[in-house]
């Protein structure tokens, strides 16, 4: 017997009869969601670190801005430069979708995430020289890179989560993971303001030096201690992988061996989830890309203080999601069917941040009521991974993988164009009229894509 199993073995044979009885600090499965909550946030550390080092990095006055809080940056690039800077990462994340789902089936996500997330990580260390030595494209191509390796993340999560994680966890365990998203943000924004303003070499590239220097450990210890499934886990107990092995594989179809693209393609429920997460992208990225401009250049909110509060909103995100899941999990075992329990939170979720979106632009103001009617919106917006994101797993467990890497890449060359959209009305003029019609947009294709998933979602097994 290997060294390594001893422990868990023992634990096994010292009473263990049932999951339940195993400790949760015991229990495998806790420990892949950690891993994966803390993946999850530092590739949005690495997404989101541009928002704020970009208002560090341009010279407000060189492009016309009379505000009072413009900075002296190194750059003098317009709206619409700036907003295909910040473009530039979701096209190269959009190209690797797809084929990493699809390999995974064939190869497994591990080794796809690890490495992926290495090559984004490695990267970072590059914007800086790419922005001073050659200006907007070369600095483009160095985020294209970034969101070519961070690619594999959601895909090979979701096929992880698949092949981890039994039914009547899944709302929880998914909130979890996919709820790193925002306390990544939540790190990245107030630290990143901080670095920017302190920070060493002229404060804002220390931003990337410092995160790129946290993700590259990261990568080592995922790719040292995870393994891909319950199955090729030496240090898991006998009990708890027939425990997963069991509740996930009992009411899945057969596996044919083959992909069924055209079922997919013919399948109302996987429209509605693709519709859903388009939204989801449009709305959010707008928002997380956006957000810290606007801060800046129309409430006023100096850069230190720019960070905080543009994190708060995805603290409420962060709190909320933990908060529906436990509420989504507790209704299926009460035996609310998984498909009312879906519609519900993304309704919450979806429809939550469109009002907040369309009320939002007649606060200008004041601070306290624009954060909070923020924080209010992305709180109920952390709904949404009890809702449609982790309705790919109810599908199918066995292609979770392969359908959430065709939803998010369609819902990333959606979510690509917010800052675009963003980044054209607000070149006509930075007004708070122009905001509103950024916000707005952003609303009404809340409120489109919560009705499509509301008549189309199933969360019944199909593949």
Known sequence: MPPEQTAEQTVSEGGYQKDSDIPMYLKNRNF???????????????????SVAIVAMVNHSAIGSDHQHSQGGEFGWSYKTQGYILSSFFYGYVLTQI??????????????????????????????????????????????????????????????????????????AGAAVYAGAQFGTIVSMPLSGLLAEYGFDGGWPSIFYVFGILSTVWCVLFLWLVHESPKSCKRISQTERKYIDDSIWEAQPEDTGRTPFLAFARSRFFWAIMVAHAGQNYGYETLMTMLPTYMDRILGVDLKSNGVLSSLPYLAMWVMAIVFAIVADRLIRRRLSITTTRKIMNSLGQYGPAVALIVVGYLQHSLILTIAVFVLGLGLNGAIYSGFKINHLDLSPRFAGLLISITNCAANLIGLTAPMVAGHVIHLGPSIENWRIVFHIAGGVYIFSATFYNLCASGKPQW
């Open 99 to 172: 084929p990493f789902g699809f390999l995974i089936k064939y190869y497994g996500a591990k080794q796809f995430l690890g490495w992926g997330m290495m090559l984004n990580s490695v990267a970072a260390f590059v914007v800086p020289v790419s922005a001073r030595e050659g200006g907007p494209v070369p600095l483009g191509i160095v985020r294209f890179i970034q969101g070519l390796g961070e690619g594999p993340i959601v895909p090979c999560t979701h096929s992880l989560l698949a092949l981890w994680i039994p039914p009547d966890e899944r709302s929880r």
């Open 32 to 50: 892949v969601i950690f891993m994966l909550f803390l993946g999850m946030a530092n590739a949005y550390v690495m997404r989101t670190n541009m």
